[in-house]
């Protein structure tokens, strides 16, 4: 059973993404964290400054990839100067006083990049939540294990489509699902609500029946948590 939210039409800023970008493949992670800065002093939420600017850019860099414009190890470096952006934002972003609820953020076995869970830790960060944050190529071999020394109210997974996420690709699709599969039953048993988000997640609407909420944009998060 899927649980969608709400449709809506995204606005993106493509000449703002294009700015990132460049800096992105300028390897100028002080210029991009200075502009994130302006736009969250200008009273632009996290979810929309994610949405808007960085996600689009991170396109970009991958539609250069795509057209051989840049090499495998460009696009790495630039997708490592975003991060390096994203985690001093972190540091210095607005975080609720009251962490009512826990959160587990994670990319499953195979996926290399964790901007998209780290955008997701700052989010749930800002709405009442203590995010223990695994990043990526996460192994869920005895993982129960950690559930059951916290009391998490929800599991975030996120499965985007560039190049870096290889749990996507044919070769390990059988076990990124088996792996949603183990996910899906442990979050049952001990009553955590699972939220899987990214493109890709149209991999498990085709091949198996996964009982979990999904979202497309990261500010669709706020609708559902």
């Known amino acids: 059973m899927i649980r969608r939210p709400p449709r809506s039409t995204p606005l993106y800023s493509s000449a703002a993404s294009d700015v990132y970008k460049r800096q992105a493949l300028d390897r100028n992670s002080i210029e991009i964290q200075s502009i994130i800065m302006k736009l969250y002093l200008e009273g632009k939420t996290t979810h929309e400054i994610f949405d808007k600017y960085i996600d689009p850019s991170l396109d970009a860099i991958q539609t250069l990839l795509d057209k051989e414009s840049i ?75 950690l559930l059951n020394k916290n009391n998490f109210d929800s599991i975030f997974i996120y499965m985007c489509s560039r190049q870096c996420c290889a749990a996507t690709v044919r070769d390990h699709i059988d076990n990124t699902l088996k792996s949603l599969k183990t996910v899906e039953s442990l979050c049952e048993n001990s009553s955590i609500k699972l939220f899987v988000g990214g493109p890709a997640t149209s991999i498990i609407d085709t091949n198996i029946n996964l009982n979990y909420t999904k979202f497309s944009k990261f500010s669709d998060i706020l609708d559902l948590i």
């Open 71 to 145: 090499s495998v190890a460009e696009e790495h470096i630039a997708r490592k100067t975003v991060s390096k952006s994203l985690n001093n934002f972190r540091d210095v972003v607005k975080k609720s006083e009251d962490d009512a609820k826990t959160a587990l953020c994670l990319n499953l076995e195979n996926d290399v990049p964790d901007l998209a869970i780290d955008m997701i830790q700052i989010i749930l960060e800002g709405q009442n939540y203590s995010v223990h944050n695994a990043g990526s190529n996460t192994s869920i071999d005895n993982i129960k294990l």
